[in-house]
């Protein structure tokens, strides 16, 4: 029998298949382009194994291809009767997570991670800040990352994978340092990672290390091909950077280039949230308006989604307040407002709250938007993202501090952070 990277015993008498689904799975884990190419490999060398079908499902998933993703999940199913129990496990958990049982499927995965830490696919989703837990809504949702991963340290060793992994939620929770540490040891073992060459910029954002940022990913990113997961956000990361350098004009070129609607090829929820991220954070940092790209945005998120949707809830509304659509921007919070009492939002109410003090800013209400963020701030990190994505919210608000003439509150606001120190890009901010 046929093993994986990690030693788990796969149920396929195909050579080529396992080979194929190994680094398949592995261009997953490290955000490669032409995932589907190996998945399909592995599918069309031995069509009943059934992993293979499910990282297929996944990669659908990930890509915003729902109806593709759920097709193949209901194959998987009757694929794994034959399987081991592992496989079993394995299979039942993507199932649940691709139909939306969310919190079913993340009590599966901590029960099946007990009998198998190693299987790290199955530890891959559970991870990160768009993960089963970073997008559960929960207030201490960074600590639980990190407590789910530590337990496995010494299982996984000298893991590229599982550095990535372990360093984010370490980076996180404020320990930028340790997280630039074992980041640094997995693109020494896999240099073309562009979960790592992420995790990478993160640390060094909270570092305050912007130059050494944006010297990596000007290195990095020219051959990152687009079909990679991660190609609109590693090159929003690059634009904030240039934002903050004073280089808007190269921020808007790479923009229009690499992340723009309609160019990029990376999933919806990235172009939507990082597109309107980058645009509100651009004009905080003093840059004018540009109608022209948040009607792309809108026009993006409606063809896209079209309701407020996990994350997406504390970012769509800015492009209707930046645009002046007060009644589609009135529905918007109204649909954030109604759903998220319904419990069809993790982090319930807030993206309606983030949205009225968007509206309240646009409007130049600036001790309104101060009014309504100061009470939630402790309360942002439920919307999911990173830390450096929340700075979206945390610049609004200084912003605010320093519009509405309150200079001694914004500072104090930023010396009651303790554990991070970027760069704040905010008009008037000394």
Partial sequence: MYRDRYGLELTTESGAARDAYVEGVDRMLAASPFVEDKLEEAIAADPGFALAVVALARQHQLRGRGKEARALIERAGPLASSASERERSHVEIFTNLLSGKIPLALEQTRAHLERYPLDAFVLDPACGVFGLIGFSGRKAREPEQLALLEPLVDAYGDDWWFHSAYAFALVEVGQWDRGRALIERSLEQRPRNAVAAHIKAHALYEAGENSPALAYLSDWLPEYDPDGLMHCHLWWHYCLLQVAAGNAEEAWRAYDRQCAPGVSKSPAINVVTDGAALLWRAELAGEPRSRARWRAVRECYERAFGRPLVFVDAHAGL??????????????????????????????????ELTRAYRAFVAGRYHETVRILEPIMEEVVRIGGSRAQRDLVTNTLLAAYLRDGRQEAGRAFLESIHDRRPVRPVAGLA
């Fill in 319 to 352: 492009a209707y307040a930046a645009l002046g659509e007060i009644e589609a921007l009135e529905r918007y919070i109204t649909e954030a407002e109604e759903r998220g009492k319904a419990g069809r939002l993790p982090a319930g109410t807030l993206g309606a």
